[in-house]
């Protein structure tokens, strides 16, 4: 079967993807300094290349790319900040969708192009894969622990500030309000990360409670300083939401990558329990503030 202008481009396509992977895991490699890390990153280049070179002959013609150097010192910097197990799974996200891609092509090639793609699936679906698996990062532990604070966090606050808002209309009180509850919900999520740590024989368990306190504060802090700057209430609790949303967004991107999930089902289930708790504190908070008036008590209005 004559490939058609279509398929051509695709596989140029092709080409350039696994050229452009190939250079960021070579890239990775040579600053990579655990060698265990540093050769799983020269296998992971060089299944790239050998797919490279396969389409390239299939291509017949000569085709490479250069990654700008901006690129490939985000990925350096992806890998400093976030692990290499993050950057390798960002990579290789999209992999699915290549697989099918290359699966349609199996028809269309002669017997021993199709054999030699079979062999490149192979790689795709279970080698790749099994190299990612002998990944073992503490940073991964350690953020996971993270997320779970700035999760709660940003929840919890937000449920605050909106309840003080419903009860006092001002913003300063409902900032301090924000701090107070934060600082001991953070030593509360600390010692909680701690037990869990400790439970399933983490060696030394104290990062992760710091990891965990230590997000959960700044969270803490960041959610609470729009309160601080300016006494209007709805400016207030709208830089604060999306502050929280933001967070939301960060970490739940973050964690689908590393655990492969549905990145759009979780933000939009994450949002609604956001706002849900933010009407729900913000009304509560109005009832107990008209029963026990507390606007006249503190003399805000």
Known sequence: ??????????????????????????????????????????????????????????????????????KLMLFNLSRIL???????????????????????????LPPDESQRLKEILKDEELHEKSLVSELNESIVRYIGFIALGLADAVVEITGVHAGFLGATTTTLFAGVAGLIVGLSAAISMAAAAYL?????????????????????????????APYFFTHSNILAFVVSVAIAFALVVAFIFYSSVINESNFKREVVESTVVLFATAAISYLFGEVLGSIFGLQGKLGLG
């Open 1 to 70: 079967m004559a490939l058609s202008k279509a398929d051509m481009e695709s596989i140029r396509s092709f080409c350039a993807d696994e050229f452009t992977d190939y250079l960021i895991y070579s890239h990775l490699s040579e600053r990579e300094k655990r060698e265990d890390f540093k050769r799983l990153l020269r296998d992971m280049a060089q299944h790239e290349l050998k797919h490279y070179e396969f389409w390239k002959s299939v291509l017949d013609t000569d085709f490479k790319i250069s990654v700008p150097k901006w």
């Open 82 to 108: 976030f692990g290499l197990t993050f950057t390798i799974k960002f990579l290789e996200r999209h992999e699915e969708k290549v697989i099918e891609s290359y699966r349609q092509f199996l028809q269309k």
């Open 196 to 224: 869990q740590a400790k439970h399933e024989g983490v060696k030394n368990p104290i990062p992760s409670a710091a990891a965990t306190g230590i997000a959960y504060l700044v969270a803490v802090v960041l959610l609470a």
